[in-house]
């Protein structure tokens, strides 16, 4: 018997933060629990502790039993969540957000080095046939350099992050792979 997948759906965040000029990330990601609107769930994954695992609150308990390196941790502040993409891969509907917690790279981030927008050569294709995680993150800082001119919250949120918005100075502003052009593709 083959397994279904139709209908899975994965909730992945890409945390960015600024060190050296440059915009750092690092992804995490989980099945989209049922019920769970996927806004929640991915700040549940913006606030999880890199060595993030399940604990167990015993009945009667209440409140928030946190995971992390002391008793008393908790993760920074979550300053920014915002919706970037979705794609489909492997069987699943992936959707991509990025979040800004303090703005310093989070443990285990990777720099974001120059990265093209991935694309597909196909014009009755639009879904391209591989796309790296680096392309993901280019299309998040993207789509973040847009939120500074076209959205005045997040403005002024990441506007409380100087490095990180001087760092998204080298990122055009766009919502998605080509939105960013201002003059017609010529056609052959």
Request: with cysteine.
């Amino acid at each position: 018997m083959e397994r279904d997948d139709r209908g899975r759906v994965r909730v992945e965040v890409l945390i960015v933060g600024a060190r050296d000029g440059a915009v750092w990330y690092r992804p995490v990601a989980g099945e989209l629990p049922a019920g769970v609107h996927p806004d929640a769930a991915a700040t549940g994954l913006a606030a999880a502790p890199l060595s993030a695992r399940a604990v167990v609150v015993p009945a009667g308990q209440g409140g928030v039993q946190c995971d992390g390196p002391q008793p008393v941790w908790a993760p920074p502040p979550l300053t920014i969540l915002h919706s970037t993409s979705w794609r489909y891969t492997d069987g699943v509907v992936v959707l991509t957000y990025v979040a800004v917690l303090d703005g310093e790279p989070a443990p285990g981030a990777v720099r974001l080095g120059p990265h093209g927008i991935a694309r597909s050569a196909d014009p009755t294709a639009p879904s391209p046939a591989q796309v790296c995680l680096d392309a993901v993150a280019t299309h998040a800082a993207r789509h973040l350099a847009w939120l500074r001119v076209g959205d005045e919250a997040v403005a002024t949120a990441l506007a409380g992050h100087p490095a990180l918005w001087r760092a998204l100075d080298g990122y055009e502003p766009a919502l998605a792979g080509g939105l960013g052009v201002t003059e017609p593709v010529p056609v052959r």
